[in-house]
């Protein structure tokens, strides 16, 4: 099956309708090696390739492909939102001065006591995101 084939299928798949646009990007974001992009990202990477896109379709697909629970999003610099592929429970590292962010595995991270939640809240998830710069 084609990455384009599998694209449309896990659009299908997640009940988003199938978009040139969608499908596009959905090549661009869904192989086999994981991927943290911002919308800005992605459009730049569209633009390399040649094509053209609206940053505003961009933002528009990478927010139905999160509300659909095909990507995560988790809190880059500067309130950027980053996008990422892998939907496994994990941790990041990231990097204060270029805004990468790179995944640690669950079973390297142990939290020993949480606080004591608000009343009439309950935990819905809890990622860790340790920020990090080089050393001087």
Same mark, same amino acid.
């Given at each position: ?9 896990? &659009? ?7 978009? !040139?646009?969608?499908?596009?990007? @959905?090549?661009?974001?869904?192989? #086999?090696?994981? !991927?943290?992009? =911002?919308?800005? =990202? ?6 390399? &390739?040649?094509?053209?896109?609206? &940053?505003?379709?961009?933002?528009? /697909? ?9 990507? !995560? ?14 939907? /496994? ?9 270029? @805004?990468? &962010? ?7 991270? #142990?939290?020993?006591?949480?606080? #004591?939640?608000?009343? @009439?809240?309950?935990?819905? =998830? ?11």
């Amino acid at each position: 099956m084609s990455d384009n084939q599998n694209t449309i299928e896990m &659009l299908k798949k997640a009940g988003l309708r199938l978009t !040139k646009q969608r499908i596009f990007i @959905g090549d661009l974001l869904f192989g #086999s090696k994981h !991927k943290h992009v =911002s919308a800005e =990202s992605v459009y730049n990477q569209i633009e390399e &390739l040649g094509k053209k896109m609206a &940053l505003a379709t961009v933002y528009n /697909c990478l927010h139905h492909f999160h509300k659909a629970g095909l990507l !995560k999003k988790v809190n880059g610099l500067n309130d950027v939102i980053i996008f990422d592929t892998n939907l /496994c429970y994990h941790h990041h590292f990231l990097n204060v001065e270029t @805004g990468e &962010l790179t995944d640690i595995d669950e079973s390297n991270v #142990s939290i020993a006591e949480l606080p #004591s939640l608000p009343e @009439g809240f309950e935990t819905e =998830s809890m990622e860790l995101t340790i920020r990090v710069k080089p050393q001087t």
